[in-house]
Structures are given as C-alpha cells and as structure tokens.
C-alpha cells in the first residue's frame, strides 16, 4: 500500500469537509486562550490535521475568533477565509515550507509584469504605467533587475534575480509566506505578492496592475458577465488574503 502524502492527506481531509454537510453549531462561547489559540466553550479548535488553531498575533486572533463567532446554525468554512489561511499556514506552509518557497520562486522565473505587449501603443503605455514601479521596487529592495520582453515567449531570469527572490521568501514566517503565495495565485505575480507583503503597494493598486490586460480588453469589447463573476469571487478571497497579511504584521 502506498503511503498518503502530507499533501495529499490534507487535501482529502479539506476536500471531505466540502463535501459533508455542514456541522451545525454546537459551542456557545468563543475566546481566545493565552497562547493566542481559538477555544470553543474552553476547548482548543484544532486544524484539518489535527495541530492546534494558534496564531502569530492578538490581532488575528480576535479576527478569527469573530469568524468562528458570527456562525449562526451551522459552520460554514466558506465565511471563513481568515480561518482557512490560518489553517493553510499550520497545515501545509509550515510543513511543506521548500515546496512553497519555491512555487513562489518559480513564479518570479515567469513573473507577469515581465511580459509586456507589442501593440496597440495605448496597451503598451497602459503596461508600462502600472509594473515599472514594480520591476523598480525589485530593483531598490532585492537588488537584482529582472529581464522584460514583448509576447508571451518565456525569457528565463538571470540566477542571481531568483536566488534573491528565495533568499527574501526564506525570511518570511508560515503566516506571511501562506499571504504571499496566495496573492500570487490570484495576481499572476510574485513580484506584486512581495510588494504588498512590503507594504510597498496597497491592494487596490496591486489588484489593477494584475488586471491590465483582462480591464484594457474590457474597455474595447465590453465586459463578459461570467468573467466579471469570476473575478468579483477572486477579489473577495484577495481582500482576505490582504487583511490576513495586515493582522499577522
């Protein structure tokens, strides 16, 4: 018999709690315990792996603790985006803390912001305003400069600007790098998820600059109501992932 994967265990767990009904609320009391943990009528909540629910700071803490608090019949995880970054961070980037690092690594290798277009000039200008400063902020804070190209061609990065790109990431704790990687799911960019985890961008900035293209295609053929869906579905997750980032400072 071949042995689950860490990875592998916590998607199932995760997955099984998707398709299960939902529990119904069983506690009354929510606070938080000394060691920053969230306690259900004094009792520990406890991780998809079965670690303790700690988090790094009060502020988070709270925050967590009032999503448990604002399920009414039942615990709906979706209405708990802090929470399940929380847990992500426990369960997954803690453990799996090189595979993590280096998807974000992996993504600077290909970063967005690199890739620019070739016409209309409008577009071209529209590229140019919003990730310069980007490539400009990479430059001033991790000292490398990265490689741009017109297409979708890959162009590969020198070794010296991913290797200052890991050595960033391997300072951050499980917290932020579980902040960053998903800013980085959601925008297409290391280089932005490292910037706003630098509070070198605010999210509103670095959620347009991720969305040149998809706003400029907009502006010329109209709007697709199912694309408009979807991305109002991702930016709530971005929001969450944004305060998360702001709590765990």
Known sequence: MVEETQDERWERLSQDRVDRPLPKRFYKLVSVGVDRDILLDGRVVKTPMKAKLVLPTQALAEA?????????????PAL?????????????VALERPHIAGE??????????????????????LHALAWDPVLHWAQLHLNVAFKTTKGVIHVPQAAEALRAVEHHVAGLDAYALTAVHNAMTLTGSALLALMLHARAISGEACWAAAHVDEDYQASQWGEDFEAVARRKHRKMEFDATLRFLELCA
């Open 80 to 92: 708990m985006p802090l929470t399940k970054l929380a847990n992500t961070a426990i369960d997954r």
């Open 104 to 125: 974000v690594v992996a993504f600077a290798g290909n970063d967005l912001v690199c890739y620019r277009a070739e016409t209309p000039p409008d577009l071209v200008a």
């Open 64 to 76: 967590v603790a009032d999503e448990w608090r604002a399920q009414v019949d039942v615990i709906n």
